[in-house]
């Protein structure tokens, strides 16, 4: 009987699976989105989120451990630098999963795994974008300013009339 033995496996060896692991993690944190089948992805935000929130006290004992699980130094210090200070005012929930459809080849769900906070197309705040000028309101506001120097020309024109009259 399998009660409570709810760790999905992923047909691979404990050591496999842990190096497997350890690999899309870095990818992640490298690329700030990467693209994988669904179980995977779930049983890789089990792994990596655990990771962020222990990347947000930056010790010395913090890297050790998060470094013994992505055997990384480059994306250890990715993560401390870049992506705990974006986080910090997050209280947990720092990836998110998006289903893309099924695989050709063997029909296996797949999705794409982010970071949150990364995803520009997502956020909550989007970046305003200036008024569109339609040719309408540029013209009513380019008009008056037309019709005044049309009549200071006219203006200008009859008293250069005059002025040879007068002599």
């Known amino acids: 009987m399998r009660h409570n033995k709810k760790f999905n496996h992923l047909g691979r060896t404990a050591s496999h699976r842990a190096a497997m692991l350890s690999n899309m993690a ?22 990596v989120e655990p990771l962020i929130t222990k990347s947000k006290d930056d010790t010395t004992n913090s890297r050790r451990v998060v470094f013994s699980n992505l055997q990384d130094k480059f994306a250890v210090t990715e993560l401390f630098k870049e992506i705990s200070v974006k986080v ?71 008293a250069a009339e005059e002025a040879p009259k007068a002599e």
């Not at 870095?26 to 792994?47: D, N, Q």
């Not at 289903?99 to 999705?111: F, V």
């Not at 909550?124 to 008009?143: E, L, Q």
């Not at 005044?148 to 006219?154: I, K, Q």
């Open 26 to 47: 870095c990818s992640l944190i490298m690329h700030k989105r990467i693209t994988t089948t669904l179980a995977k992805a779930k049983e890789l935000k089990k792994f």
């Open 88 to 158: 910090a005012d997050r209280p947990g929930g720092y990836t998110r999963i998006i289903k893309t459809g099924r695989r050709l080849g063997d029909n296996a769900e797949m999705c794409f795994i982010e970071l949150v906070d990364y995803d520009e197309n997502m956020a909550k705040v989007a970046p305003a974008k200036k008024a569109a000028r339609t040719r309408r309101s540029k013209k009513a506001a380019d008009a008056p300013k037309v019709e005044v120097a049309v009549e200071e020309t006219a203006k200008a024109e009859v």
